[in-house]
């Protein structure tokens, strides 16, 4: 998701003349996209930004001007992504993938934009812009800590980003965007890809549901749908750009609702989408347990462009925890979620989120999602230590478990699903995958993709060039995390 953020916050700049360059240095624009989603390291934004504090920054004074936008909120958060972050080995004309903890840096092109002219002089500076849920949480107090930022912008905003760069453009020393209030997507005309086969499309945005532990309500605003037709169109134009995979995202992308007059349901746009000409592969990512219903199990059963391949975060064994982390349904109800999917008529490879150590959590608790691992069998799990975050209804909950404890359980949780992975990958040697070739390795031969499944495949071929190609791959080893082929042929 951010790294989709990110994609579209490079976008609005590219689409403004805008170019990449490799180093913080070299740029005049370094945008931070950050999130806070888990742990407490607002220090390490501002660290990152003290690295950033320019030299005559000590020398200038600070022009306070009034301030765009409003709200601020005492919080944490930790940097994750960035706007335009570089990446080794990156080509020259792509902006390459987003990085952790990487810089977003640009440079205007003059000769494409002779107006950026004035921000290079500008005190010789460098427009400083810290984006995402810690900029939506710190608000303006950003400034107060960081005076040498001039762009606060929350992601429910990004859509005034574009007006926010020209506002800087023209002189503007601060600007912000933090209204969460707002209905409407932020759809990019232009929008940089980082990944040349996987197209991301945001389909819904912000969350409606309040799951007691969560900031993205706070961060990025109610739940915001993208009209059918226009989702269509985009992906349209990404199939005819040549894209032949396409991820729809969203926090909750099944509660999906088109706020236009055709009123499609989340199953009929993902087979609408699938028949698309040229999409071969259409993912989606992450469904809501409640909304998830029988209707989407038959849409990947009848369109095989729809990949067999369901994230559906769980969180929790124990009702009883489910409950406090207001999720809004048992481990019941979820396991009947589960049971559409096994009984679906291809496999349907499952994944699924799970926090350890919410407040109240007894040992009980914790066993049981232990067993809800072995009677799941998921083909993925990723797990965290609650972590309490500002705002929300769990920070007062009695009973905080330990750090310590946490982690026991997180170690224990690991432990085990690496057991169960190991079990089912193993159980796939011998059979033979559709593999989309997304990597290359510097050993000779090697190369590397996903199964429909989503899982990762590295196998060997002689070819010279298979990057974008789906091919045929017989697994001959397996590991917890990764199978390991050898091509037979293409698809
Ligand atoms: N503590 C720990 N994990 C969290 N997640 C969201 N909020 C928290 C939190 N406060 C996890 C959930 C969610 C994933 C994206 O991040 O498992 O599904
Ligand atoms: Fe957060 Fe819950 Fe919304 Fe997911 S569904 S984004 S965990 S509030």
Redesign the pocket.
């Known amino acids: 998701m951010n790294d989709h953020d990110s994609e579209k916050v490079a976008g609005v700049l590219l689409a403004r003349g805008y170019r990449q360059v490799e180093t913080p240095e070299a740029a005049k624009v370094i945008l931070y996209n950050t999130c806070s989603?888990?742990e407490k390291a607002a220090q390490k934004v501002f660290s990152r930004l003290g690295e950033l504090r320019p030299a005559e920054e000590k020398l200038t004074a600070v022009t306070r001007q009034p301030l765009a936008g409003e709200g601020t909120q005492d919080n944490f958060g930790k940097i994750e992504h960035l706007a335009l972050a570089v990446r080794e080995g990156a080509q020259p004309g792509i902006i390459p993938q987003t990085a952790r903890d990487g810089a977003a840096v640009a440079v205007p092109q003059e000769s494409r934009h002779p107006s950026q002219r004035k921000i290079v002089n500008a005190g010789g500076g460098k427009i400083i812009g810290v984006l995402g849920c810690v900029a939506q949480q710190e608000g303006e107090g950003i400034f107060e800590r960081a005076p040498w930022v001039s762009l606060v912008c929350g992601s429910a905003s990004y859509r005034k980003l574009p007006q926010l760069i020209a506002e800087l453009e023209a002189g503007n020393r601060r600007v912000t965007g933090l209204d969460t209030d707002t209905d409407e997507t932020f759809e990019t005309e232009i929008t940089r890809r980082d990944n040349p086969w996987r197209a991301y499309l945001t389909i819904i945005e912000g969350c409606d549901k309040a799951?007691s532990?969560?900031?993205?309500p706070f961060t990025r605003g109610p739940e915001r749908s993208r009209a059918s037709a226009s989702i269509l169109d985009e992906v349209q134009q990404l199939a005819e750009a040549g894209y032949s995979e396409v991820q729809l995202l969203g926090q909750t992308v099944n509660s999906y609702a088109d706020p236009s007059a055709r009123k499609m349901r989340f199953s009929e746009l993902l087979a609408a989408v699938a028949e698309v000409r040229g999409i071969r592969r259409v993912r989606f990512t992450?469904s809501h347990p409640r909304d998830f219903g029988k209707d989407i199990v038959e849409a990947i059963e009848a369109h095989p462009t729809i990949c067999d391949h369901v994230h559906l975060?769980v969180?929790s064994g124990s009702t009883a925890v489910l409950r406090a982390m207001a999720r809004t349904y048992s481990r019941e109800e979820y396991l009947e979620k589960i049971a559409l999917m096994k009984a679906a008529r291809r496999p349907i490879g499952i994944t699924t989120?799970?926090?350890v150590g919410f407040p109240g959590e007894t040992e009980k608790d914790f066993e049981e999602t232990l067993s809800l691992l072995d009677e799941v069998q998921y083909d993925g799990v990723?797990a965290?230590?609650?972590?309490?975050?500002p705002n929300?209804p769990?920070l007062k909950m009695a009973d905080a478990i330990p750090e310590e404890e946490k982690g026991r359980r997180l170690a224990i949780l690991m432990d085990r699903q690496r057991e169960i992975q190991r079990v089912r990958n193993e159980r796939t040697v011998g059979e033979t995958f559709e593999v989309l070739v997304d990597g290359k390795s510097r050993r000779e031969n090697q190369w590397s993709g996903h199964t429909s499944s989503n899982r990762v495949v590295n196998f060997t071929s002689p070819e010279q060039e298979l990057l974008g190609d789906y091919v045929q791959v017989r697994v001959v080893s397996a590991m917890p995390n990764s199978l390991v082929g050898e091509m037979v042929g293409r698809v």
Not at 213 to 216: A, K, T
């Open positions: 989603i888990r799951c532990y969560c900031v993205v992450t975060p969180q989120d799970m926090i990723f965290f230590k609650y972590s309490p975050r929300t769990s």
